[in-house]
């Protein structure tokens, strides 16, 4: 391992590779198939989520908001931890630096109430979005954008007793989280056929699939897997082929390469919470408050981003949008 | 040194001592023994598909546990080897889509990349003398948040762009995931890669110069400097393996599912190292070898695989994989000193 | 192995060699020379330099003052596998070997014997295993198996594989650091008598210790460091084992210490006691 590296050497080496990517571009796919100031008050605000970083429907969220936060001319800032009390710390943050409004995901309402109060004293509105819905009132918050997750579960279920569905399989990409369970847990109550969870490695995605597969393989009667996250769903679509069994797959939330394998007909629905809505309205809503003093649902009622089915009925509507990454 | 004790008691060892002792079969032992309980309780577990996905669930965590343990035995970890493999994938992925370049060429950026984090992670190691654990983990942190950083910044998302429609892709799926069939079963071309890395690693080890300095390095750095044997380069070529097995398993991802998410990883290199010390490595270095990590790799794919097979309660899954584990740990162990006390 | 040089030219010859670190002069005038065929032993308190003057031997350190040649030319090695080149080997207490690798394996580390074109080159395992127990037995010591790991042999066997590395190595000068210190009287006696085969194979040995009594079964010349200077520096005929004792103990400066004490009255040890009684408390 006595490796000498000369300088001539290292001068070869960077003129061959240099010739490889000259020699090595490609015809075809790739970047190469690729291609507005507001005269109203500039308000701060803070965004704070429960995100995982590097999820890609967190990331479709964060586009609605950021177009919306241009639109009206919001200076928004984005920040997110998985942890609670960690995302607390995030909101008394914002408080200290005297934002215009936060918006806030509530997946632990009780680690929110004192900071939401908090703001509350302040002179700070603040808005629920995407989790919470039974929550938002008692924490305090002015309106609720999102769906709940028991709702999409149940639809999702009562779905695939549409379709025909036997034997789903709900496929959970990480242990213990509400949401996901939640997920599942609604799927099979309103589901009419049987329902077996299973717990899959989400940081691994070749693990994924060969648990899957096992899975499949294992027990044959499948006939439906639901995962719980887009990117799942198309490792899915591989394990099914490995195991050479005839299950069908649907999915909760999108993304724009499983956009296009339900135009193609291999995965047969999603049901989408529109995350690009639950970001847009969630800004939006502190302009027309702060500006004029409007805000949705009466402080009563949340207002529901969905459930919505996609499938290849309304997939050409949306395809265009899942290009640009916003559905 | 505690065996043997007077020298003068000490006999020509027998064949099948001098089998006993050696690192990889306590694994072994164990390896069989979560065989035996999962072909008794699980029925899909014993058809000839199931082998199949149980060496591939294997094969994955097997390759990089081949560089892990290399490293190990050289006396150094590497924490951030879980998260390597997805900024080998997330790069060669990006270089491809966004330089439109033939994704062969994006992997070869990509491998460059692999190398030159292997480079550095050897390199502050033997010039600062800190433990790898501490500068590794540095990369580890470094890497989480670069892969979202900079992947954000390039694609304006979160995962790394699909590639499948790119020149070149198509052999390059051949060779890093594609599937042959033996006897009626289709296994994953990952399996036979994983097993020419092992002896691979293995003839190195124990026939060449450089696996002779691997276990002096990790052994004694000391005396292996005073007789002349470069143990820094040794060390940085440790390094600069794993960077190659995390090249090679993130473009096994990246050719498999055709885009990669940016988060993914974290954790891994536990995993990785698990599979090492299960199959004999010593967490001080300088005792080991690739066969037994492969088998610790194995045990750690039976379990993983094995749970699911047997159907067993899902909310207990991890549970299953640890009590697998230990009872594979404590077998070694058993069989281990029982060697050694004899 | 044996040399060809007569016994009159010294391999290594240290003039008037002085090192400091600061102020702190570690090292002062000290002139020695090592010839084949000869056990030069250095002993001396702990500080008394003898690391220092080892490591200038070696090559690690540079001196600051004097000259040092070996074989005639000075000396400009800088690193220990320099020094294996010119033919300076130290053995050192603790890190010659390392446990966990087989006999064979640590006999040949870092001078590995190979076979075969690049890609495919590979040890060449018999012939390392022959030669490794060939070298062994030469110097008569029977290791029951070559495989062992080297950390189950006893620590005197283990000192005498590192010096037997030494000598197949074409080592002319065997610099041992304190190879008796961790060893019990049976052990010992193993090394001293490998030491006297090192020599009989003509190599120059340095021989560092604490103990008069082993130096003196081996030794052909004697120096006595104290406070990086040379306090002795003698011949095996001009020397007693009791001389060496004596100055090893201290030699004048006891005699001094022992006159002062006579003189001073026996201090009142009750007072002494309740001092450490009351420390104690």
């Not at chain 1, 806030?104 to 900071?115: S, Y």
Request: charged residues 15%.
């Amino acid at each position: 391992m006595t490796r000498r590296f000369t300088r001539s050497s290292a001068i070869v080496a960077g003129l061959a590779s240099a010739a490889l990517v000259l020699a090595g571009c490609s015809s075809q796919g790739g970047s190469q198939e690729e291609e507005a100031a507001l005269d109203t008050p500039t308000y701060k605000i803070a965004m704070i989520t429960h995100a995982e970083p590097g999820d890609t429907f967190w990331d479709i969220i964060r586009k609605g908001a950021d177009a919306a936060a241009q639109k009206s001319n919001i200076d928004l800032q984005y920040s997110s931890s998985p942890d609670a009390a960690k995302q607390a710390t995030l909101v008394d943050n914002a408080i200290d630096q005297g934002v215009d409004g936060i918006a806030l995901t509530l997946a632990t309402p009780d680690a929110m109430k004192g900071v939401v109060k908090r703001a509350n004293n302040a002179g700070i509105p603040v808005i629920a979005f995407n989790s919470g819905i039974d929550d938002w009132k008692d924490v305090g918050a002015m309106s609720y954008y999102g769906t709940d997750e028991t709702i999409a579960g149940t639809a999702f279920g009562k779905r695939l007793n549409e379709e025909g569905a036997k034997h789903a399989l709900c496929v959970v990409q990480s242990q213990g989280q509400v949401a996901l369970e939640t997920r599942c847990q609604a799927l099979k109550d309103s589901f009419d056929g049987k329902t077996t969870k299973l717990y899959v490695n989400g940081e691994d995605m070749t693990s994924v699939q060969s648990t899957l597969q096992a899975k499949l393989q294992s027990d044959s009667s499948i006939d439906y897997v639901a995962t719980l996250g887009a990117p799942y769903a198309l490792t899915a679509l591989d394990s099914i082929k490995s195991a050479g069994s005839k299950a069908e797959v649907a999915t909760f939330d999108t993304n724009e390469q499983l956009v296009s394998k339900i135009e193609d007909g291999s995965v047969e629905f999603a049901v989408d919470q529109q995350p690009y809505l639950q970001g847009y309205l969630s800004i939006d809503a502190f302009w027309l408050y702060l500006s004029n003093g409007n805000f949705a649902g009466g402080g009563k009622e949340p207002v529901l981003t969905g459930p919505a089915f996609i499938d290849r009925s309304n997939i050409d509507d949306i395809a265009k949008y899942a290009q640009k990454g916003t559905r | 040194m505690t065996a043997g004790g007077d020298p003068a008691r000490i006999t020509k060892r027998s064949l099948g001592r001098r089998f006993v002792t050696r690192p990889e079969v306590g694994s072994l032992v164990g390896a069989i023994a979560v065989f035996a309980l999962f072909f008794a309780v699980a029925m899909p577990f014993r058809e000839l598909d199931s082998l199949s996905t149980v060496l591939y669930a294997s094969s994955t965590i097997g390759i990089m546990a081949v560089g892990v343990s290399l490293l190990m035995i050289g006396g150094e970890f590497d924490l951030s080897a879980g998260v390597g493999v997805i900024t080998s994938a997330l790069a060669a992925g990006m270089f491809a889509y966004e330089l439109s370049l033939n994704v062969w060429v994006g992997a070869g950026l990509a491998l460059m990349l692999s190398l030159g984090i292997g480079f550095l992670n050897g390199y502050m190691v033997v010039k600062t003398k800190l433990p790898s654990f501490l500068i590794t983990l540095s990369m580890f942190l470094m890497l989480q948040g670069l892969n979202l950083a900079v992947t954000r910044t390039v694609t304006g998302s979160v995962a790394s762009p699909p590639i499948s429609d790119m020149d070149g892709f198509a052999s390059a799926q051949k060779v890093f995931s594609s599937t042959f069939t033996v006897g009626g079963v289709s296994v994953q071309l990952t399996v036979l890669w994983w097993i020419l890395f092992v002896a691979l690693a293995t003839w190195v080890l124990l026939r060449t110069k450089v696996g002779n300095w691997i276990y002096a390095a990790g052994g004694n750095a000391d005396a292996a400097r005073a007789v002349g044997v470069p143990v820094n380069y040794t060390k940085i070529g440790l390094f600069m393996t794993v960077g190659f097995m995390a090249w090679f398993v993130g473009m096994h991802n990246l050719f498999r599912f055709n885009t990669v998410q940016s988060g993914e990883g974290v954790g891994q290199e536990l995993i990785y190292i698990a599979a090492a010390v299960i199959g004999g490595c010593a967490l001080m270095g300088g005792w080991g070898t690739a066969i037994g990590a492969a088998i610790g790799a194995l045990i750690l794919g039976m379990a993983q695989q094995g749970v699911v097979y047997a159907g067993w309660n899902p909310d207990l899954f991890m549970f299953f994989i640890g009590a697998t584990l230990l009872i594979a740990v404590v077998l070694n162990l058993w069989v281990r000193t029982r060697a050694h006390r004899r | 192995m044996t040399t060809t040089i007569e016994a009159s030219a010294p391999i290594l010859e240290l003039t008037d060699v002085g090192k400091s670190f600061g102020n702190i002069h570690a090292l002062r005038d000290v002139s020695l020379s090592v010839r084949a065929g000869e056990v030069t032993c250095i002993l001396g308190d702990n500080g008394a330099g003898k690391s220092t003057l080892i490591k200038i031997i070696s090559g690690l350190y540079k001196h600051d003052t004097g000259t040092y040649h070996v074989a005639g030319k000075p000396m400009n090695c800088s690193s220990p596998r320099d020094a294996l080149d010119c033919g300076i080997a130290t053995v050192y207490q603790d890190l010659a070997l390392v446990p966990l690798l087989p006999v064979w394996r640590n006999f040949f580390l870092g001078s590995e014997l190979t076979i075969g074109p690049w890609p495919f080159r590979r040890l060449d395992v018999a012939a390392m295993r022959r030669i490794a127990d060939e070298e062994l037995q030469k110097m008569g010591i029977h290791v029951p198996d070559i495989d062992q790991p080297v950390g189950t042999l006893s620590g005197g066997q283990r000192q005498v594989v590192a010096i037997a590395r030494a000598i197949h190595f074409g080592a002319k000068v065997l610099i041992l650091d304190e190879p008796t210190a961790a060893l019990g009287v049976k052990q010992s006696g193993v090394v001293l008598k490998y030491i006297s085969a090192a020599r009989d194979a003509g190599l120059g040995v340095i021989f560092i210790t604490h103990n008069p009594h082993h130096a003196y079964l081996v030794g052909d010349h004697f120096v006595i460091l104290r406070q990086g200077m040379l306090d002795l520096s003698s011949p095996r005929a001009e020397l007693t084992l009791d001389d060496l004792t004596h100055h090893m103990a201290g030699g004048a400066e006891l005699e001094a210490l022992k006159h002062e004490l006579q003189r001073i009255d026996v201090p009142d040890l009750g007072a002494v006691h309740d001092a450490q009684e009351k420390e104690n408390a």
